[in-house]
């Protein structure tokens, strides 16, 4: 049975950092391709970060200068270090893994499972 269990979610001042993770169970991290999605409420869930099997790494948008993806292999376990954090930040973060090479990697519908997800808020 697969399970992503995603933690370190929390409230933080603007400019506050935290780090997400997401411990997987069932698979290995390492084949497959692991995202972290984040949904704010009224709006749909959007891509944050990917990073494939060889470990190269995806960033949408203005995040890539503020947030890490990172993986730690003997612990199965994928992060994301969130730094510089603003109110807009504030969302419900999901781990998500992708078993397929085929399909779009930005498209929560190609993922295969998902975490309950964390919720970072952000405000002062």
């Known amino acids: 049975q697969v399970q992503l269990v995603e933690s370190g979610g929390g409230s933080v001042q603007p400019a506050g950092s935290l780090r997400l993770s997401c411990a997987a169970s069932?698979?290995?991290?390492?084949?497959?391709?692991m995202g972290w999605f984040r949904q704010a409420p009224g709006k749909e869930r959007e891509l944050v970060a990917i990073?494939?099997?060889?470990?190269?790494?995806y960033y949408v948008g203005p995040v890539k200068e503020r947030f890490t993806i990172s993986r730690d292999n003997a612990k199965n376990t994928v992060y994301l270090q969130m730094n510089s954090l603003k109110p807009e930040n504030t969302a419900v973060y999901y781990c998500?893994?992708?078993?397929?090479?085929?399909?779009?990697?930005?498209?929560?519908?190609?993922?295969?499972?998902w975490g309950q997800g964390t919720q970072v808020t952000v405000s002062s």
């Open positions: 069932g698979l290995t991290t390492t084949s497959c391709t």
């Open positions: 990073m494939w099997r060889g470990g190269t790494t």
């Open positions: 998500a893994a992708k078993l397929s090479r085929l399909g779009d990697n930005t498209r929560p519908d190609m993922y295969d499972y």
